[in-house]
């Protein structure tokens, strides 16, 4: 089976622009989680989704917002990018284990 | 809330020498555990996991954790590394009302050298 898919792989992007990441689960799996990795640390959630319903969000501002499709795929949207936006966004879908599968992740370079 | 301490960012070893990568929590309520690898421009791949019954878990690639309540510890452990385990190492945990909400240590750095 397919894991998790990503795309695209790499983007950059100014200060100021609009970005929209988007994330294909594993077949079967209904929930899908994004995380922000910072080089260096340990990914920091942003946002949980199950069944087209935030269930739940991490410490990020506003200008962070995603949805999912009635397919179960989710988009990440991230609006006014600063420099600190610049990271690895990585995607995860959940079985039913309780087991979280990451996607490659796409990199984010803002400039 | 829950936390987690990698207690070493860089470990270094031999190959086929044993290595003990360590892991603290904190929380007020029981935790799901987890040990996830990531390799160089990856994601990350899931190793073993811990949510209740025996305290010793294996995992792929001969890894294991042993969950240690009194301590809140879940250290991973592996008898003997190769040269392709050298990768980043992160220690998660979740409430159980929460999993989906993975909160991460800052990892580990293994580093085996020939």
């Known amino acids: 089976d397919a894991g998790v898919t990503q795309s695209p792989t790499h983007l950059i992007k100014t200060r100021g622009q609009q970005v929209t990441l988007r994330c294909s689960p594993i077949s079967g799996h209904k929930s899908v989680s994004w995380y922000q990795q910072v080089l260096g640390q340990g990914p920091q959630f942003i946002f949980q989704y199950y069944e087209k319903e935030e269930r739940g969000r991490g410490n990020f501002p506003d200008r962070f917002s995603a949805r999912q499709f009635p397919n179960y795929s989710s988009e990440l949207n991230v609006n006014a990018l600063l420099l600190g936006d610049s990271a690895l966004y990585l995607c995860?879908?959940?079985?039913?284990?309780?087991?979280?599968?990451f996607g490659p992740g796409t990199r984010l370079t803002v400039t | 809330a829950q936390s987690v301490t990698q207690l070493d960012s860089q470990v270094p070893v031999f190959e086929e020498a044993p290595v003990e990568l360590r892991c603290n929590y904190s929380?007020?309520?029981?935790?799901?555990l987890f040990w996830y690898v990531q390799y160089p421009n990856q994601g990350l791949q899931l190793l073993l996991k811990?949510?209740?019954?025996?305290?010793l878990v294996k995992g792929i690639n001969g890894f294991e954790a042993e969950f240690n309540k009194s301590q809140t510890s879940f250290h991973l452990r592996k008898p003997s590394v190769h040269i392709s385990d050298t990768a980043e190492y992160f220690c998660a945990v979740s409430a159980p009302y929460n999993t989906d909400k993975l909160i991460f240590g800052t990892g580990t750095r293994l580093q085996v050298f020939p």
């Open positions: 811990y949510l209740s019954g025996s305290t």
């Open positions: 995860a879908s959940r079985n039913r284990d309780y087991e979280q599968y």
């Open positions: 929380s007020s309520v029981s935790v799901y």
